[in-house]
């Protein structure tokens, strides 16, 4: 079974320039999530898609950040425009409902951006 | 709030030691779980192991044990007669147990290396 497949696998930009990762998450798996992970810190959730509706983008900032998840399939998270704070992983994740499964996530590799 | 706190940011031990890794969280939800994931070089999080507020039953999966202990808020992870394969890092997770609210918050992780 193919895993969460992202790319591109590094980017490295301009501040200003606008940036775009890609997520084709598990098939069958409901819910996607795009979390953000800083050098040295653990991820932080930036929004939780059930199928194609965003159920949770508090932690989007929305003015620069925008997503999308098309058909509850594949996502995209665009930066626009993005600034040197931006430099991270972004990491895709997938996963199933359903108690047993609850929380158990399946990570892709991430995307390294650094903005210079 | 939920907050999870791995103190310990690296660790470097012989092949063949035992190793201990921290994790102590704080939640005002009267169910919840607990996670362990491992990052290893490649930058994919993969799950380990979920554990239920309500359960306190420590477990062990072949050279991996679980310690929960919520009089202590802690869930400690130990690595016993380590090997070189188990270096990578290692973020502790906290959810709500509920539907719907499959947001994990993640510690800030412990590298640890094994040194043959």
């Known amino acids: 079974e193919a895993g969460v497949v992202q790319s591109p696998r590094y980017k490295i930009i301009e501040k200003k320039q606008p940036v775009a990762f890609w997520c084709n998450p598990i098939?069958?798996?409901?819910?996607l999530y795009w979390y953000r992970q800083n050098l040295g810190q653990g991820p932080e959730l930036l929004i939780r898609y059930e199928n194609e509706e965003a159920v949770d983008d508090s932690q989007l900032p929305k003015d620069r950040f925008s997503a999308e998840r098309l058909k509850g399939v594949d996502s995209t998270l665009k930066i626009q425009p993005a600034e040197l704070g931006d430099s991270a992983v972004y990491l895709c994740?997938?996963?199933?409902?359903?108690?047993?499964?609850?929380?158990?996530?399946?990570f892709g590799s991430g995307t390294q951006l650094s903005v210079l | 709030a939920q907050k999870v706190t791995q103190a310990q940011t690296e660790i470097s031990v012989v092949e063949k030691e035992d190793v201990t890794l921290d994790c102590v969280y704080e939640t005002r939800d009267t169910t919840y779980y607990l996670f362990w994931y491992k990052q290893p070089p490649s930058g994919e999080l993969v799950f380990l192991i979920r554990r239920n507020s309500f359960d306190e039953q420590n477990e062990i999966s072949g050279r991996y044990s679980w310690n929960f202990q919520k009089s202590t808020s802690s869930f400690n992870f130990t690595i016993t007669a380590s090997q070189v394969v188990d270096s990578a890092v290692y973020f502790c997770?906290?959810?709500?147990?509920?539907?719907?609210?499959?947001?994990?918050?993640f510690g800030q992780g412990t590298r640890l290396t094994i040194n043959p």
């Open positions: 997770a906290l959810s709500e147990a509920k539907r719907g609210a499959q947001k994990l918050v």
């Open positions: 098939s069958g798996h409901n819910t």
């Open positions: 994740a997938s996963s199933l409902e359903g108690t047993s499964l609850r929380g158990k996530l399946f």
